[in-house]
């Protein structure tokens, strides 16, 4: 991913569910440069626009080894089912198994069947169900977005 994608990523972003601006997207990006824990890459389709991206993160906790975490991954809107999210998928497991993790985990909405399915076909075995809650602080900082990604 480039600074210069930051306009089509952030359409992207709205398709999987999370509404951004190209400054906000473009801010974020900014805040990846030289994090060798994270990465964000893109599908370019062959007229030159994104059909996708992909970003991931290493989670690291006390109660378990450092392991990177599938942050988002959307395909554009009529370019589904080409193949364009496993060849994501696969960048993203070779970019981790590149650094020594020991493998990759992703978090899916319940609501998101076809997500759910897409993971199982590559591989991904579901290991837990859970809940996920948030607060939004007071004064705190931000964009103003969405805190459940």
């Known amino acids: 991913m480039r600074a210069e994608d930051a306009a089509e990523v952030a359409v992207l972003s709205g398709q999987l569910g999370y509404p951004a601006t190209t400054e906000v997207v473009a801010r974020r990006f900014a805040t990846?440069?030289?994090?060798?824990?994270?990465?964000?890459?893109?599908?370019?389709?062959?007229d030159g626009s994104l059909a996708g991206w992909i970003q991931a993160h290493a989670e690291t906790l006390?109660?378990?080894?450092?392991?990177?975490?599938?942050?988002?991954?959307?395909?554009?809107d009529g370019a589904r089912g080409r193949g364009i999210g496993r060849a994501l998928l696969e960048a993203v497991e070779a970019w981790a198994a590149a650094r020594g993790y020991p493998g990759l985990r992703v978090r899916s909405n319940v609501v998101r069947e076809r997500a759910h399915r897409?993971?199982?076909?590559?591989g991904y075995a579901r290991t837990k169900t859970q809940h996920n809650f948030t607060k939004r602080l007071p004064g705190a900082g931000g964009d103003g977005g969405r805190l459940d990604p």
């Open 32 to 46: 990846f440069a030289g994090r060798r824990d994270l990465v964000a890459l893109v599908a370019e389709a062959a």
């Open 62 to 76: 006390l109660e378990s080894d450092p392991i990177p975490v599938i942050g988002g991954l959307v395909v554009r």
């Open 118 to 122: 897409f993971y199982e076909s590559a």
